[in-house]
């Protein structure tokens, strides 16, 4: 078993943690480390943090190349970036509590470009009307990337229709209207004189409207490594931790120096704490999901039960795990992945998911298959019983598409 890098009890005591800092750096992840910490030191003049001496000899020794290395320098505008920029232009949000709505409906888009929240609640949040946030969130149909804000795929296409950037006349822009609301039977207008103008337009747009800002090649770098062979082997992927040390203390009255120079040391300290909370909590992890990491599946296992072990707060383990990741012979996982609810006894909610997952991919697709359709399946191979809306859940949360949506996307990519 690898060796658990832990701080004694009393150093734990004697560092009188502040939540401002513990906290944060706790949740922020390993590929953003570096950063926070910097951004500390710019503030605090007895902080130095340096890029760790294992960082480009760990490359080297795994024969990866200087082209990834200037790649994960290499910064690319974000879709929230995009938006931001927008939003602050005050083009299409003059007024400040037309931006605040704005940046609000922005929390809620997903990384698809869809919106996903609640206007009751942005409306709750911000102090206005319902109709006024739905009004906001029209606007979005007028920022680039073309049809992002809306709620689905349906009123994706007509933001990006009503933004086309070719001259269509109005009996094209009408009809093509009318097939995008009926796109689940598209075929039926298939005898129409403009039909092939229609398709052409269609095949312009994009599904989903952020398809540009989704990369699928992310490079995702893993805390830790997990091997299992006889034992278990975890190692911390200390080429990602920065080097910090306290550089030039000397004694001082004053006291805002001296507040500055406990951050300095406390943040050193937090760091190995950081360390040694996240071994904690895989190793856990690992210990309670051996089975998956042999091959099996995943057993019901919460937050909760690491919380109660570990002594910590439920919230704090969410922190966490949060933006987290694992490296193992089967793959790369966030943290999260290995947390499942109880089903039925040893049934866990990973195992649902991961069925209802395959009977979509082999679905028949011109008629996929209802939340109503899953559950028989789910009932009869698990022996159990379950509501329709606890697959709609389980559906939502692997982003699988409602039967109607499905169908219309299959439609789509026979275009």
């Not at 073309?146 to 007509?158: C, T």
């Not at 403009?194 to 312009?204: L, S």
């Amino acid at each position: 078993m690898a060796q658990s890098l832990s701080i004694s009890t009393a150093q734990k005591q004697n560092l009188n943690l502040s939540l401002k800092l513990w906290l944060p750096m706790l949740q922020t992840s390993i590929q953003d480390l570096e950063s926070y910490l910097t951004n500390l030191s710019y503030e605090n003049p007895f902080l130095e943090v340096t890029k760790s001496k294992d960082f480009y000899s760990n490359f080297t020794s795994n024969g990866i190349s200087g082209e990834f290395i200037e790649s994960l320098a290499f910064y690319s505008k974000s879709l929230n970036d995009k938006l931001s920029d927008q939003i602050d232009d005050e083009t299409l949000f003059p007024t400040p509590n037309s931006r605040k709505v704005a940046l609000e409906i922005l929390c809620d888009i997903d990384e698809n470009g869809y919106f996903d929240g609640d206007i009751e609640k942005i409306a709750d949040t911000c102090n206005v009307f319902k109709e006024y946030v739905e009004s906001i969130r029209q606007r979005f149909s007028r920022l680039e990337p073309s049809g992002v804000g809306a709620k689905n795929l349906e009123e994706s296409f007509l933001f990006q229709l009503d933004s086309f950037d070719k001259t269509i006349d109005d009996e094209l822009y009408n009809f093509t209207k009318k097939i995008i609301k009926d796109i689940a039977h598209i075929d039926k207008y298939a005898g129409h004189h403009r039909f092939n103008d229609a398709k052409d337009i269609i095949k312009y747009f994009n599904n989903p409207p952020a398809i540009d800002y989704i990369n699928d090649n992310l490079q995702v770098i893993p805390d830790f490594f997990i091997e299992i062979n006889e034992d278990i082997d975890i190692k911390i992927n200390n080429a990602y931790y920065p080097d910090i040390k306290v550089k030039n203390p000397f004694n001082t009255k004053n006291e805002n120096i001296k507040e500055k120079l406990k951050e300095a040391k406390d943040l050193v300290n937090l760091l190995n704490l950081r360390k040694s909370t996240l071994y904690k909590i895989v190793l856990i992890i690992v210990e309670k999901q051996i089975s998956f990491f042999v091959g099996g599946e995943l057993r019901p296992f919460s937050m909760q039960e690491i919380a109660a072990e570990l002594g910590f707060a439920e919230s704090t383990i969410s922190r966490a795990v949060a933006n987290k990741y694992i490296e193992c012979n089967l793959g790369i996982y966030p943290l999260k992945f290995f947390f499942s609810n109880a089903v039925d006894k040893d049934l866990s909610s990973s195992q649902i998911k991961s069925y209802i997952k395959s009977l979509v991919d082999y679905e028949d697709k011109e008629i996929p298959l209802t939340d109503e359709a899953i559950l028989e399946f789910i009932e009869t191979k698990f022996s159990l019983k379950m509501v329709r809306r606890t697959i709609t859940k389980y559906r939502k949360m692997l982003d699988i598409p409602s039967s109607k949506e499905r169908k219309k996307l299959y439609k789509i990519e026979n275009l």
